[in-house]
């Protein structure tokens, strides 16, 4: 375990590495004994700090929910980050290619809570009876350490690489469709990338809310009435580029896109 003079050294490292745009040197390499449990604490701290300087936490992202992912990265459960107010974009949108390291792209669910969720004890049902809507979403994937070699100590405490989000489609209430079987078709400039169904995630996208419910829960922490969650993705990231634009179908829920300038 980190002393937590390390832990605030990284968590403001980080701080500076969003500002800067430049990527730090990997945090297993430096640190060989850094835990899971210490990344988490770096990215609690990061968090303090972003709000104390005027940031609006608005919900939590969700990530390492396919059995692929957790097998490429040697651990068993999901990770998760914060999203905050100015990491929310409308479909549509233009995104400065270069307020990002290592962009990527991933097509996802995200649920819009309308009442509050705590575990202990949280089910998919308490999940699916707290949210007021599904919508269609990407996820924008950031990296503020190094990507090669990176583990998922690494990806943790860099808030589990969250970006930024762009919602979109037709936002459906949680028994209007069948949530395991929502599709999308991921086209990057008019050619399809890579396709996906929901239920890839967890076997439900709504398992990884209650999941991570019970996860926070035992830092006295939970989820809050108009609370945005990404649940997870359900392909694999794209790699973006300056003057890509990225569309992605989700046939009767709509479309999501955004164009990389």
């Given at each position: 375990?980190?002393?937590?003079?390390?832990?605030?050294?990284?968590?403001?490292?980080?701080?500076?590495?969003g500002?800067?745009?430049?990527?730090?040197?990997?945090?297993?390499?430096?640190?060989?004994?850094?835990?899971?449990?210490?990344s988490?604490?770096?990215?609690?701290?990061?968090?303090?700090?972003?709000?104390?300087?005027?940031?609006?936490?608005?919900?939590?992202?969700?990530?390492?929910?396919?059995?692929?992912?957790?097998?490429?990265?040697?651990?068993?459960?999901?990770?998760?980050?914060?999203?905050?107010?100015?990491?929310?974009?409308?479909?549509?949108?233009?995104?400065?290619?270069?307020?990002?390291?290592?962009?990527?792209?991933?097509?996802?669910?995200?649920?819009?809570?309308?009442?509050?969720l705590?575990?202990?004890?949280?089910?998919?049902?308490?999940?699916?009876?707290?949210?007021?809507?599904?919508?269609?979403?990407?996820?924008?994937?950031?990296?503020?350490?190094?990507?090669?070699?990176?583990?998922?100590?690494?990806?943790?405490?860099?808030?589990?690489?969250?970006?930024?989000?762009?919602?979109?489609?037709?936002?459906?209430k949680?028994?209007?469709?069948?949530?395991?079987?929502?599709?999308?078709?991921?086209?990057?400039?008019?050619?399809?990338?890579?396709?996906?169904?929901?239920?890839?995630?967890?076997?439900?996208?709504?398992?990884?809310?209650?999941?991570?419910?019970?996860?926070?829960?035992?830092?006295?922490?939970?989820?809050?009435?108009?609370?945005?969650?990404l649940?997870?993705?359900?392909?694999?990231?794209?790699?973006?580029?300056?003057?890509?634009?990225?569309?992605?179908?989700?046939?009767?829920?709509?479309?999501?896109?955004?164009?990389?300038?």
């Amino acid at each position: 375990m980190l002393d937590p003079a390390t832990i605030e050294a990284i968590a403001d490292e980080l701080l500076e590495a969003g500002r800067s745009r430049t990527p730090v040197p990997r945090l297993t390499a430096r640190y060989p004994g850094m835990t899971v449990e210490d990344s988490y604490a770096v990215q609690q701290l990061w968090r303090r700090r972003n709000e104390a300087a005027g940031r609006r936490l608005v919900g939590r992202k969700i990530g390492l929910t396919s059995k692929a992912m957790q097998a490429a990265t040697g651990i068993t459960e999901p990770d998760y980050g914060a999203i905050f107010d100015d990491m929310v974009l409308e479909t549509g949108c233009s995104v400065g290619w270069d307020r990002y390291t290592h962009p990527r792209v991933e097509v996802e669910l995200a649920f819009v809570l309308k009442k509050d969720l705590a575990g202990p004890g949280c089910t998919i049902f308490d999940v699916l009876n707290a949210t007021d809507y599904v919508v269609p979403a990407l996820e924008i994937l950031d990296s503020r350490i190094e990507m090669e070699g990176r583990t998922i100590v690494d990806t943790i405490a860099d808030n589990a690489a969250m970006g930024a989000m762009v919602v979109g489609g037709r936002p459906v209430k949680p028994d209007a469709v069948d949530l395991r079987w929502v599709s999308a078709i991921l086209y990057k400039n008019q050619t399809v990338e890579e396709t996906g169904v929901a239920a890839g995630v967890l076997d439900h996208p709504a398992n990884g809310v209650h999941w991570l419910a019970n996860k926070i829960a035992a830092h006295g922490d939970g989820m809050k009435a108009g609370d945005i969650i990404l649940a997870g993705s359900f392909t694999r990231p794209l790699w973006v580029y300056k003057g890509d634009t990225v569309h992605a179908d989700y046939g009767p829920l709509g479309v999501v896109t955004c164009r990389f300038e």
